[in-house]
């Protein structure tokens, strides 16, 4: 097993984790958001939460069960980011950069979930 500093969807998850709980405080400090920027925080961190579990995955069923969790938290994720650009608690280009790193670890998940699933 890779470790962490050598495993690409570790380090971008947690990194994405990083980002999400700035934006949290960005939104609630600056825009006097709490509801949206919560689910934000909520599903934006388990992303990175559910990726570092698969690695200590008791088997590969586990392993994929973990990472199809954090495919669906970033799905989640990616639909609150929207909101928030759509309702102007964002700017265009204070999203763009976000949810572009949310897409790519969306890729990143699609690919290993379907590799997973695919080969059994």
Do not use: P
Request: proline share 0%; with cysteine.
């Amino acid at each position: 097993m890779k470790e962490d500093k050598d495993n690409l969807i570790v380090q971008k998850s947690k990194a994405f984790a990083i980002r999400c709980v700035n934006l949290y405080k960005f939104l609630v400090d600056n825009k006097n958001e709490y509801v949206m920027s919560k689910q934000l925080l909520r599903c934006g961190t388990s992303i990175g939460a559910n990726v570092k579990e698969a690695m200590r995955g008791q088997s590969k069923v586990d392993f994929g069960a973990k990472m199809n969790i954090a495919l669906k938290e970033a799905n989640e994720t990616e639909y609150w980011l929207e909101i928030l650009l759509e309702t102007d608690f964002l700017t265009q280009e204070q999203a763009e950069s976000i949810l572009s790193d949310c897409r790519e670890i969306l890729k990143l998940l699609t690919s290993i979930v379907k590799s997973i699933f695919t080969n059994k």
